[in-house]
């Protein structure tokens, strides 16, 4: 046990002496053009307007090309942004894109690709349906390397970035979370491969992990305890307890409401990411308070991962109600 924390302490220490010299590096300067999936709200709507104003050409994406994110986005930049038609579920939207952009890359290429497309929910596993789970997976993951497998060529040739939006759920294993847990650690294992592959054409891959940031983006899907009730059938209603479905509504609720309220920390990473000479791996963004424990989390071992959770009134409270009427 000592030896693990020794071990522990020492990639830490290591972990800051690289953040901080990685601080003093020199930075890319606009010329190529960057695509950003979901640009409709949240991360990568604050991103295309912050690469536009520092001169990147910037293609993009967005759900719905007429909706209101995507025209603020277009009242607001100049030519050097274009909106895209890009869902990322689908084959066709990704060959169109591509072709646009093609046809109106500037002489430097693109520069990279920003993997930002993505939703969130929550549910107890027994409280989904394997539809739920596929389509959690299907954009947050073959909706990232759907556009990766098609861009790359084009990145490769620019010598540039792939960056993908993870969260720390592809690592911290926290109850309600389970699909979207499943979508952010294959991402994040596709992105780990990629990486090790691309390094040779001098490609650089990040992963960004942001915590809890519900309140800056609206990514979190409302709903509440009696819409989960209804879903589940007779047999499952015989061991979940509905009044826990709503008090665990409640307490999910409030805690991402209590998250980061504007998405700062998550735009100056990705900007360091697509600008820095020397991006990091990995941009964790969580609170002051609560880096070390996301540092040192990974590293432990899994009786003392899950023993987190034995801490939680939440979870104390599941098994007092579970079969109770």
Not at 1 to 18: K, P, R
Not at 79 to 89: F, G, S
Not at 139 to 145: P, S, T
Not at 193 to 209: A, T
Request: charged share 20%; with cysteine.
């Amino acid at each position: 046990m000592i030896g693990l924390l020794c071990f522990v302490a020492v990639l830490l220490v290591a972990v800051v002496v690289l953040s901080l010299f990685s601080r003093h590096r020199s930075h890319v300067q606009p010329g190529g053009a960057i695509l950003i999936t979901g640009c409709d709200s949240g991360f990568g709507h604050h991103l295309a307007g912050s690469l536009e104003r520092r001169g990147f050409v910037v293609f993009a994406g967005c759900l719905y090309p007429d909706g209101t994110g995507a025209q603020s986005l277009v009242s607001q930049s100049s030519r050097n942004l274009k909106i895209l038609k890009l869902d990322v579920t689908k084959d066709e939207d990704v060959k169109r894109a591509k072709a646009v952009i093609q046809e109106n890359l500037p002489e430097e290429g693109l520069w990279a690709v920003v993997n930002n497309a993505g939703i969130s929910d929550w549910s107890e596993i027994e409280w989904s349906s394997i539809e739920d789970f596929q389509h959690m997976v299907d954009i947050n993951l073959f909706g990232a390397i759907r556009t990766s497998i098609a861009f790359l060529p084009l990145v490769r040739a620019a010598k540039g970035r792939m960056v993908y939006v993870s969260s720390i759920f592809s690592f911290f294993n926290c109850l309600n979370m389970a699909a979207y847990s499943v979508s952010k650690r294959g991402l994040e294992a596709f992105a780990d491969c990629l990486r090790v592959e691309v390094e040779s054409f001098d490609v650089k891959v990040s992963i960004i992990q942001p915590g809890n940031f519900g309140p800056a983006t609206n990514i979190l899907k409302m709903k509440t305890g009696f819409d989960m009730w209804k879903k589940l059938d007779d047999e499952k209603k015989q061991t979940f307890n509905r009044q826990y479905m709503q008090l665990a509504s409640d307490y999910f609720m409030s805690t991402c409401r209590a998250g980061f309220k504007d998405t700062t920390p998550v735009i100056e990473a990705m900007l360091h990411a697509l600008t820095s000479a020397r991006p990091k791996r990995r941009y964790l963004l969580v609170s002051k308070t609560d880096m070390l424990f996301f540092r040192l989390y990974p590293f432990l071992p899994s009786i003392f991962t899950d023993s987190v959770f034995q801490l939680s009134s939440m979870y104390a409270k599941r098994k007092e109600m579970l079969y109770a009427q």
